[in-house]
């Protein structure tokens, strides 16, 4: 037999919820690594608040090593009120590596399940085959630019964008957009910023320079976070600059029913990816195996396709994932009665059911 293929991932638990969910993500790769005659060699590094009580460091110099020498990375959440106030945040530790690994766009997929639209406070009708993807810029904006106090008591946070780090993510916005509906929606604030007239001037250009077969709409972020309310399916995907995208993409997280659904990936030119489900370390539910592990596990899928470029296993997750969503085997979020391992565990004894079921070519039948 042949040596299974080794792949080096490096798990970045950090805190709350987030050790919780990423363990549930990596027992299902080891899962998808058993079927699939892949070696996943994990290694856990320090991040966020974890960093900070372990080194004092929410980011310390190993674990961007580590990063930066890996096959993919996937990452659980940082931060929480532990640490407000302090010298550190753990937030700067999850910057600084998208920085460093040169993260420039952040996608945010969302598929409004047919079983779960009706957990939506929004009518069904809306929200059924909402199928939309955020391509939010990940290293510039606001969250990147100078920021400080000055004597006089006051506070400044600089917007700032070069021509290159739109051109980037809007090449990357379109390419998508050509293998889905070909429709791109740039959101922006070009009526008051000057980095978002910018923003809307060179999204125009590439458009009309390379990707002219795409359908391209300039939005206003205010109404648009009105439209992503009233008319969800028209979106396809959505180019949008870091603040903006990272609102955004919480907003539309109600769609699909909870936040603990939707998974990223972080992705550069070249080089690892980074993979976490879009919510924080949630505080409120941490420690108590309450946790839906649904986002890091898709997040794992995700890593999967576009960090490792292995498509087939990434599908399995997805179909297990809505298998058990479609049987109600559900955390609380969702209203069920699972753990956060209890949903994994799910989650895993559905990826064997359809493997069994391929092999002996059965037909499935959920819920
Ligand atoms: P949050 O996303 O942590 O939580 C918002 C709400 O969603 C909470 O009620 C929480 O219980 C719920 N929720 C989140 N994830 C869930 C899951 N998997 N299953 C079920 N319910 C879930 O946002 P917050 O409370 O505003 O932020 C808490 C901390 O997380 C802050 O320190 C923030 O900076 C940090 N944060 C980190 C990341 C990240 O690491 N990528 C992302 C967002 C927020
Ligand atoms: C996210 C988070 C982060 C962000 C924070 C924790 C720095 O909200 O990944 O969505 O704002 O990018
Ligand atoms: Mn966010």
């Known amino acids: 037999m042949v040596d299974p293929r080794t792949y080096n991932i490096v798990l970045l638990p950090g805190d709350g919820v987030g050790p919780e969910v ?48 890996a096959d993919a990375v996937l990452l659980g959440a940082v931060g929480g009120p532990k640490w ?5 945040r753990p937030e700067e530790g999850l910057l600084a590596i998208r920085k460093a690994m040169g993260l420039f766009a952040n996608l945010r997929p969302l598929q409004v399940s047919p079983v779960l639209a009706h957990r939506s406070p929004l009518k069904k009708e809306i929200v059924e085959g909402v199928d939309l993807i955020v391509f939010r810029e990940l290293t510039g904006g606001v969250y990147f630019g100078d920021k400080g106090r000055k004597d006089d008591g006051s506070a400044y946070d600089v917007c700032a964008y070069s021509v290159e ?25 070009a009526n008051v910023m000057e980095t978002s007239r910018l923003w809307r001037e060179v999204v125009t250009r590439i458009h009309a320079e390379e990707f002219p077969q795409v359908e391209l709409k300039h939005a206003l972020v205010d109404s648009m976070a009105m439209h992503l309310i009233q008319k ?60 839906n592990p649904a986002g890091a596990i898709l997040s794992a899928a995700m890593l999967l396709r576009h960090g490792l470029g292995l498509d087939d296993e990434a599908s399995s997750i997805e179909a ?39 092999a002996h070519r059965v037909q499935m039948h959920w819920g």
């Open 232 to 291: 969800p399916r028209d979106y396809d995907v959505i180019l949008t600059e870091n603040m903006f995208g990272d609102i955004l993409s919480d907003e539309i997280s109600v769609l699909g029913g909870s936040i603990g659904l939707l998974p990223s990936a972080s992705l550069g030119s070249g080089g690892p990816g980074l993979f976490e489900p879009i919510h924080g370390s949630a505080p409120d539910i941490a420690g108590h195996d309450l946790a």
């Open 84 to 88: 407000d106030g302090g010298p550190r």
């Open 165 to 189: 780090e739109i051109e980037r993510i809007a090449r990357a916005g379109f390419r998508t957009a050509l293998q889905r509906r070909g429709k791109v929606t740039s959101v922006d604030k």
């Open 22 to 69: 990423t363990a549930a993500a990596k027992a299902v790769l080891q899962c998808i690594g058993d079927f699939y005659g892949h070696r996943f060699d994990f290694s856990e590094h320090l991040i966020g608040g974890a960093g900070i009580d372990a080194v004092g460091d929410p980011l310390p110099p190993e674990t961007t090593e580590a990063c930066l020498a």
């Open 320 to 358: 297990a994932v809505a298998a058990v969503l479609a049987a109600g085997a559900t955390t609380a979020d969702l209203g069920g009665d699972l753990g956060t391992r209890g949903a994994a565990d799910a989650i895993i004894d559905a990826i064997r059911a359809i493997h069994w079921a391929a």
